[in-house]
């Protein structure tokens, strides 16, 4: 491994024990990104807030309740499917393989992956990459009940994670990106990021991705707007979060969650509403806010796909298919590839 490189990528190396390490951005890097990032996306006629926003300590812990809502059926339908690929993943992987994970959250799916992966290996690698500090916790997590596995954590953006990986070492990687957690990318973003994952991975790589699959509006509406308001707290939380972080003064009882179904994009849309005019001062931003009433705030887009999108997309950003993983409804798909 070239710890140059990652110094030289800004990371400072914080070593837990024999079998954890982590890599972070100094975090003067972090806090200018959040401020400079928020004071231009609202500073604009149709202002949005991007999503990775959302994951502080208390966004990650919301996502973590709306994954269990009965209404989410997006995470135990992936989770069905990815119980299935004990049978069938061994078939593609060697002992030689780590594991990396885009957006690993609280690793809960790779526990799926990572009993194939320990079952395989002596020692297995695993190199979760996420923006939140969750990530620390989901180790010493993981480390509780896998006695065989080795975590080195990258504490930062996907493509901060890429970056670190590209020229890391020669061996193996199957990388993860679960959750259809590339369902928040634009069309044309989500191909200049498919196109990065490929120009990181090595030909011998693999990339396994889980999408959302268009279906029934009405299930989609209500999987983003649950009967406990537990979507709703999780959108309100990034104004907290920009309160406490970027000194700034929302009022939460000033705005409500608004998410809708957009068919002719293939889009879940969310947004924070302005439920009156207000002024919002943000002062780590040197920006005054001003809202209308009922003006909305973008807050994240989830795009689903139908599967002939799903492989003219993977096929025309330099992948090839191995295999596709559906669940029986055919709500959500795990994808197999490898760099054509
Ligand atoms: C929707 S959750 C998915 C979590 C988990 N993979 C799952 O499938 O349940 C997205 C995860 O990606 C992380 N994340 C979101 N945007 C990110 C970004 N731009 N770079 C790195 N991590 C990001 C979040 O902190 C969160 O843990």
Not at 51 to 71: A, N, Q, R, V, W
Not at 228 to 247: H, Y
Request: aromatic share 10%; charged share 25%; with cysteine.
């Amino acid at each position: 491994m070239n710890e140059t490189i990652q110094k030289n990528l800004g990371y400072k190396k914080y070593v837990i024990d024999s079998k954890l390490q982590y890599f972070k951005p100094h975090a003067s890097k972090i806090e200018k990104t959040f401020a400079e990032e928020i004071s231009s996306s609202l500073n604009r006629d149709s202002k949005f807030i991007a999503p990775k926003f959302f994951y502080d300590k208390k966004g990650s812990d919301l996502f973590e309740k709306i994954c269990t809502l009965p209404e989410y059926y997006p995470t135990r339908t992936e989770i069905d499917i990815l119980k299935n690929l004990h049978a069938e993943l061994p078939s593609f992987i060697d002992k030689s393989f780590r594991l990396v994970e885009l957006g690993s959250g609280a690793s809960v799916k790779t526990r799926l992956i990572l009993d194939i992966f320990t079952q395989m290996q002596q020692t297995t690698e695993y190199f979760p990459i996420d923006i939140s500090e969750i990530l620390t916790e989901s180790s010493e997590l993981l480390l509780q009940d896998y006695d065989n596995l080795r975590i080195t954590g990258i504490i930062d953006t996907y493509e901060g994670g890429l970056e670190f990986l590209k020229n890391y070492d020669e061996k193996k990687n199957l990388i993860l990106f679960l959750g259809s957690s590339f369902g928040n990318f634009s069309p044309s973003d989500g191909k200049v990021f498919l196109e990065k994952i490929n120009s990181t991975m090595k030909s011998g790589d693999l990339f396994l991705i889980g999408l959302d699959l268009v279906k029934d509006s009405q299930i989609l509406e209500s999987a983003y707007n649950d009967t406990q308001g537990v979507t709703a707290e999780f959108n309100l939380n990034v104004l907290s979060r920009i309160n406490d972080e970027l000194d700034a003064d929302f009022n939460l009882n000033n705005f409500s969650h608004y998410s809708i179904y957009n068919k002719d994009n293939q889009r879940i849309e969310m947004y924070l509403k302005s439920l009156v005019k207000q002024s919002v001062i943000i002062s780590k931003s040197n920006l005054s806010l001003n809202l209308e009433k009922n003006e909305l705030i973008h807050t994240e887009h989830s795009h689903k796909y139908t599967l002939e999108q799903i492989r003219t997309l993977l096929e025309s950003t330099g992948f090839k298919l191995n295999h596709v993983w559906l669940d029986d409804n055919t709500h959500f798909s795990l994808t197999l590839v490898s760099k054509n």
